[in-house]
């Protein structure tokens, strides 16, 4: 399929073949028939990505914030691959359109395939043949509102959000500031609430399209548009305003207060600047808000990821409403859209749509784009033919699920350094993220989803680097399939998916790995050498700042497992590696917070081994400034500490030093050497940690210890 793109990194729009998205459980699966283009935000958004990386910065502290802490605790080469792995990607454009239901998530309700939707979400309702949008982000289009109209519900949401929120009624003053697509539908429908509008813009373009509407259109000419306001409003002001001006400057805001009534709402739309006095706002004790895209419910996980609706008895308007709103406006005719579009364009042509709002040659407001109603049936992006001949000495073949972040700094790289050259077919749940890594690893195909990969005759050795609570089911189902499984951690989140990944394993006569890689890292080999011929039973204290991370990280998603599943098993493997004996008892203990600490973050876990060997893996979200991971080994006599994986020292004594090493490579070196004939995995041990660590998990949370 076609998708609109911005390169991070700069240049121009760029229209790709990209395999279609799969969606999850709460998403739904729509053919695009129409998508509508918000010349403003996908404007901010190509500016920014064609800026220098000192005003990318400035315009994203957080993520400078992130690059300094992987600079302090990985070290700069690390830090220099994540900015370079983020420069190298895609931003989708695009967030508001209508389609044809194709496929509908188990967990979605009240739509059906074949439906007309309208869809909504940046990065999700993109400029796309296909879109996998959350369910609560889809509304039935009624009877009679053709798709092209539709499209406009999105943007139209924005507008009426902010209306709600000035808390206008019928007979109200409306003042709309900034007369572009979104500030001209929030006079549209400030009228069909029975309010009155007036809209001022410096440009005649806009201000013609509004006074067509029956908008009140003012030219910016200072005090004399405040004259007319105030004549207009019978000397009292405005009623509410809303900015919707897209203006850096603080110009816009602060003629604000001018035209406003005592105790009159301000409503902030657009992006401006906020250099602002406090005396005109304080004269007139306006109340200043700032309208958070489509209404509740926006970047909230649990309302847009995991489709937990609000009551209407709580939450009347949420953004999925909001939706319902414009849809049934559009409907009764009482909101008009279809002569704001100025230009059309099919997607093959996007390009020159962004080339026009870049230049601005001429007029426009929206801008849509159009799509085929036939859509080729094959899901896959062949970037190269695979190869002529193939030997009995070849790579085998290898498939990837997952194509994030880690998957292409650290495990991509890890796994052609140990010599898999001959790179299949590469999968992603949005399918962009997998053309670049195809693109960038030498893969000869990108496919839709996971299933598409290990259902491919040449692939040999499948990759999972998906989401953790897919692991379990699609490792399941490629050993099934008689593939070789890599697995990243962890396998399970619960014993039941980990009983039939083990029963899948055994039967399949297959090699499964898990990307316990710190058991292969050279610290680790260089200690279990010094232990090797020492009897007495060892005591482990394994230390772990790992840092906090923000409420918007996935680790929050309930439906990953947390920190605990997702990251300590990490380090109940590499106690296990060290100790050398199967784990016979394990105990979890969640911390209770504090101040910066994020609950649920902080866990001690104790393990005894079946050689009366002791480890103690403290790990907390405190930030990493002596280091990450500190462990500490003694063992009769001998005491060997691991500071960070950059050395081992053993009675004073270095065993190893050099720069960071987590194994990585050699881990997947230790897998190529199995699938390829030579030594097996220790994945009976793997099985163990992962066992463990789910029963840690379960008393830490104060649950049974049974399957669940």
């Known amino acids: 399929m076609k998708q609109i793109v911005q390169p991070v990194s700069g240049g121009p729009v760029a229209v790709l073949d990209v395999p279609r998205p799969v969606p999850d459980a709460t998403e739904v699966l729509v053919r695009t028939v129409a998508s509508v283009i918000s010349p403003g935000t996908e404007r901010a958004v190509t500016a920014l990505a064609r800026s220098s990386l000192i005003s990318k910065a400035r315009a994203r502290p957080d993520l400078v914030r992130q690059v300094v802490r992987t600079a302090r605790t990985e070290g700069p080469a690390a830090a220099t691959r994540a900015v370079r792995g983020r420069l190298a990607g895609d931003l989708p454009l695009g967030y508001s359109a209508a389609g044809v239901v194709i496929e509908v998530g188990a967990a979605v309700t009240g739509l059906r395939t074949g439906q007309l939707v309208a869809t909504g979400g940046a990065g999700q309702a993109n400029h796309a043949e296909f879109q996998a949008v959350p369910g609560l982000l889809c509304a039935a289009v009624p009877y009679g509102v053709p798709a092209q109209d539709a499209a406009f519900t999105t943007v139209a949401s924005i507008a009426l959000h902010a209306l709600r929120l000035a808390d206008v009624e019928p007979g109200s003053k409306i003042v709309v500031l900034g007369l572009g697509l979104i500030g001209q539908l929030a006079a549209r429908l400030a009228h069909a609430a029975g309010c009155d509008a007036a809209g001022i813009d410096p440009a005649p373009y806009p201000r013609e399209v509004a006074a067509s509407s029956g908008v009140l259109a003012l030219d910016e000419c200072g005090d004399a548009t405040t004259e007319q306001v105030l004549s207009w409003s019978r000397g009292r002001g405005a009623d509410a305003v809303l900015v919707c001006a897209a203006d850096r400057s603080s110009e816009a805001v602060k003629r604000v207060p001018a035209l406003c009534r005592d105790r009159a709402a301000v409503v902030v739309v657009g992006d401006v600047g906020l250099q602002l006095r406090r005396a005109p706002f304080y004269e007139r004790e306006l109340s200043l808000r700032f309208a958070r895209s489509y209404g509740p419910g926006r970047y909230e996980p649990s309302y847009e990821a995991w489709g937990v609706d609000y009551p209407a008895g709580q939450v009347r308007w949420t953004e999925g409403r909001n939706f319902e709103a414009v849809l049934d406006l559009l409907a009764a005719g009482r909101l008009t859209v279809s002569d704001l579009v100025t230009q059309s364009f099919d997607i093959a042509d996007a390009a020159a749509a962004y080339q026009l709002i870049e230049q601005r040659a001429q007029p ?86 996971a299933d598409a990969v290990i259902a491919d005759p040449d692939v040999e050795v499948v990759v999972i680097a998906t989401p953790h609570d897919t692991h379990a089911g699609l490792a399941a189902r490629a050993l099934g399939a008689g593939r070789h499984v890599w697995c990243e951690k962890p396998l399970a989140l619960t014993a039941d998916e980990l009983d039939a990944v083990e029963g899948a394993w055994r039967a399949s006569e297959r090699q499964l790995a898990i990307g316990f890689n710190r058991r292969w890292s050279p610290a680790v080999l260089a200690a279990r050498r010094a232990l090797a011929g020492v009897a007495a039973p060892k005591l482990i204290v394994y230390r772990v700042a790992a840092g906090p991370v923000p409420d918007s990280h996935w680790y929050r998603d309930r439906r990953q497992g947390g920190r605990l599943l997702g990251e300590v098993c990490h380090f109940v493997d590499t106690a296990q590696a060290l100790v050398g004996a199967p784990i016979e008892d394990v105990t979890g203990l969640p911390g209770g917070g504090g101040a910066g600490v994020q609950h649920g973050d902080d866990v001690a876990v104790s393990l005894r081994f079946t050689d009366g060997s002791l480890a103690t893996i403290a790990y907390g979200s405190a930030p990493a400034v002596a280091g990450k991971e500190w462990i500490e080994v003694h063992a009769g006599s001998r005491r060997l ?27 997947a070196t230790a897998f190529r050497d199995a699938v390829t004939g030579g030594p097996v995995l220790p994945t009976e041990a793997m099985l163990g940690t992962m066992r463990a660590t789910i029963q840690a998990a379960a008393r830490a949370m104060g649950g049974p210890d049974h399957h669940g």
Do not use: N
Not at 409 to 432: I, Q
């Open 364 to 449: 426009y407001l929206a801008i849509r784009l159009t799509y085929p109603a036939a859509i080729a049936p094959d899901d896959s992006v062949r970037l190269k033919p695979p190869p002529a001949t193939m030997t009995a000495s070849s790579s085998p073949g290898v498939g990837w699920a997952g194509a994030g972040a880690f998957s292409t700094r650290t495990l991509l790289p890890a796994f052609r350094s140990a010599g898999f050259d001959h790179l299949v077919a590469v999968a992603s749940a949005s399918g962009l993220s997998a053309v670049r890594a195809a693109a960038s690893y030498g893969f000869e195909k990108a496919v839709s989803g």
């Open 641 to 667: 500490v691991i500071d960070d994986f950059r050395c081992a020292h053993a009675d004073g004594k270095t065993l190893w030093k050099g720069r960071q090493d987590k194994g990585h490579r050699a881990c």
